[in-house]
């Protein structure tokens, strides 16, 4: 039994992050079909619909939950990471309200490429990579809310493409971002639950710096899809 959760440890969750860069890809940020069609009907309040496409939008949204694993990969205290996935939350709750409320437009590609970038960013940071190349290493907490204001906007892009309707606006938009925070909450818990037997094993020493590798191979895929498509006219994923 032992000998196979190092093999999972080894091997699976590693993978899992390269997996999740494909998957994410194509789905991250996705809102479409029914769901886009409800959204766009709206007439007035409706708390609890938005709030579960909120948190559906979460759980499905591969860049972010990407950006996450980065941030927690190497906090070991609750304390830790409750501090810092507050800090994201802050960052993208705000832009996510503004941009939406107030009609800020910025192109939803690059917001996107952006965002992959910041899956790249922590990945480099967990390897040391700053301290090597430049003899600094900037405050992480500063990066995660910047990030963070990013992912908001990112999240508002999708929503403004729907073309929502003014009438109760705020209160959807607010029970949204409830549902996205409460979608992060059990994405992250499951991730969390996974990299605590992960770290339980002589395998993570083994195998962390070539996981975060594989992680920044994934934000530099992200990246790279939302860029072609932003020079090349192909769809947002």
Known sequence: MGN???????????????????????????????????????????????????????????????????????????????????????????????????????????????????????????????????????????AVLGFGLIHGFGLATKLQALNLNPEGLLVNLVSFNVGVEIGQVLALSLILAAMTVWRRTPAFERTAAGANILLMLAGFVLAGEQLAGYLFGGAVS
Not at 27 to 45: E, K, M, Q, S, Y
Not at 66 to 76: D, E, P, S, T
Not at 100 to 121: C, K, M, N, T
Not at 131 to 137: C, E, I, K, P
């Open 4 to 142: 196979g959760v190092s093999r999972l440890s080894c091997f699976g969750l590693p993978a899992l992050v390269l997996a999740l860069a494909w998957a994410g890809a194509a789905l991250a940020h996705n809102i479409g079909g029914t769901d886009a069609a409800f959204v766009a009907a709206a007439r007035g309040p409706d708390p609890i619909p938005f709030a579960y496409l909120g948190a559906k939008h979460m759980v499905t949204g591969y860049d972010h939950l990407l950006f996450l694993v980065g941030v927690i990969f190497f906090l070991f205290r609750l304390r830790q990471i409750a501090l810092y996935v507050s800090l994201f939350s802050l960052g993208h709750s705000i832009t996510l309200l503004a941009g939406v409320f107030f009609d800020l437009h910025v192109d939803p590609h690059l917001v996107d490429a952006v965002i992959g970038l910041s899956v790249a960013y922590k990945a480099f940071e967990n390897l040391g990579g700053f301290r090597t190349l430049f003899g600094v290493q900037p405050d992480p907490r500063i």
